[in-house]
């Protein structure tokens, strides 16, 4: 299994970005897709997660404090990518992105390589 962010970029206060986590090979189910972010000199910081084939049917998300009503994690099944939007963009979610895959049948970890986002005020 291999995850592939992408959609990163420089953009100014208050504009939106859609991040993209491309998974290929199979995740099964139940599993919970993440999206982190480290921004330079602290701590890695979970932005949002989405739980697929849980006991809650369908999918569910939640989101951090710092990103709550901001974002929206989405999952595409017929791309087989993870999604992450944010809007009203802050200089503070300044960061590398990162997506990651949690199998919850296999109990196997996936990461994805980051893709840098940069918000100038």
């Known amino acids: 299994v291999q995850l592939q962010a992408s959609g990163g970029g420089f953009v100014r206060a208050g504009g939106s970005l859609r991040l993209s986590c491309a998974v290929s090979?199979?995740?099964?189910?139940?599993?919970?897709m993440y999206w982190h972010r480290q921004a330079p000199g602290k701590q890695r910081e979970m932005v949002g997660r989405i739980v697929r084939g849980g006991s809650t049917p369908g999918e569910s998300t939640d989101y951090g404090d710092s990103v709550q009503g901001r974002v929206i994690i989405s999952w595409d099944n017929a791309k087989n990518t993870m999604y992450l939007q944010v809007n009203n963009l802050k200089p503070e979610d300044t960061a590398v992105y990162y997506c990651q895959a949690h199998d919850l049948r296999t109990l196997s970890q996936y990461w994805g390589q980051g893709t840098q986002v940069t918000v100038s005020s």
């Open positions: 090979g199979t995740i099964y189910s139940p599993n919970v």
